[in-house]
């Protein structure tokens, strides 16, 4: 399933739902802009794994298999940067 948030400030407040592993902030959301949301987000429980897309460059394919690999994972969060220059 994914949802699309509209603006930051409902971003912030994600947390308090249930029912989702992963969250995914595009390369429009500035570096400055993720980094604030991970600080935020990682005062809520349940934890999740975190997918920062840094650059336009990022193939599809390697957010979806990011997102696949984060299912598998047996850890319960974590922070994954994705970068044209790691993708290649």
């Given at each position: ?8 400030g ?5 947390a ?73």
């Amino acid at each position: 399933m994914t949802l699309r948030v509209p603006h930051l400030g409902v971003m912030s407040s994600m947390a308090r739902f249930r029912g989702f592993r992963t969250l995914i902030m595009d390369h429009t959301i500035t570096t400055g802009e993720q980094e604030t949301i991970i600080q935020r987000l990682h005062d809520f429980p349940p934890p999740f794994h975190i997918i920062c897309v840094r650059d336009e460059g990022v193939p599809a394919q390697t957010i979806v298999s990011e997102c696949e690999a984060c299912e598998e994972d047996d850890r319960e969060c974590g922070v994954h940067m994705l970068a044209e220059a790691l993708a290649l």
